[in-house]
Structure formats: structure tokens, C-alpha cells
């Protein structure tokens, strides 16, 4: 059974930092393409990160560019978006996904002065 839990989401000043965690379980990990999805409120889920396999190749979406850095450890079958220069634009729920038509519960970020 595929699992997707989300962590490290939190109330930050615009500017500040967080650190996004997504743990899995139920398919080989290390096999597969991942992705970090958000979706503001009144706003569709919008694809945010993209990162291959191994790690070499990542992409993203304007907005974040420069900004957020996806990552992944194949041996945590852990998944990463490091956030950095946090705008008000960037609150809303962030999911990770895998290949298969799974979500998790989200993790909340909410910028805020």
C-alpha cells in the first residue's frame, strides 16, 4: 500500500525558510520520479517540483525558481523541498506524489507577518 506522509510545514515570516520532508512507503522508492505538488485555498493543485530517480535532474515551476531546491535520500526513501526567500504567495498545502495516484495529508505553510 503506497503511503506519502508530509512533515515540516509551519507559520514563517516572509523571507524565512522552511524545510519540507515527505517520507514513502509501498513502491520502490528509489525507482521512481517524484514530484512536490501545493494548493493555495480557492486555487487547483498546482505541480511545484519535479526530481528524477537518482537526483540528477530536477525541475520547477517559475514561481519557485532559485528559491526551492527538491532533494531526495534513496536510502530514507525520503523526499525533500527546501524553501527559502518564502513570499505570502507560497502559503498553501504541500503534497509530495510518486508515480501512482496517491496523496498524502499535506503539510500546511503558511507565510505570514
Known amino acids: 500500500q503506497v503511503q506519502l506522509v508530509e512533515s515540516g510545514g509551519g507559520l514563517v515570516q516572509p523571507g524565512g525558510s522552511l524545510r519540507l520532508s515527505c517520507v514513502a512507503s509501498?513502491?520502490?522508492?528509489?525507482?521512481?520520479?517524484m514530484n512536490w505538488f501545493r494548493q493555495a485555498p480557492g486555487k487547483l493543485r498546482e505541480l511545484v517540483a519535479v526530481?528524477?530517480?537518482?537526483?540528477?535532474?530536477?525541475n520547477y515551476v517559475a514561481s519557485v525558481k532559485g528559491r526551492f531546491t527538491i532533494s531526495r535520500d534513496n536510502a530514507k526513501n525520503t523526499l525533500y523541498l527546501q524553501m527559502n526567500s518564502l513570499k505570502f504567495e507560497d502559503t498553501a498545502v504541500y503534497y509530495c506524489?510518486?508515480?501512482?495516484?496517491?496523496w498524502g495529508p499535506g503539510t500546511q505553510v503558511t507565510v505570514s507577518s
Open positions: 526530481i528524477n530517480n537518482d537526483g540528477s535532474v530536477t
Open positions: 509501498g513502491f520502490i522508492f528509489g525507482s521512481s520520479t
Open positions: 506524489k510518486g508515480p501512482y495516484p496517491y
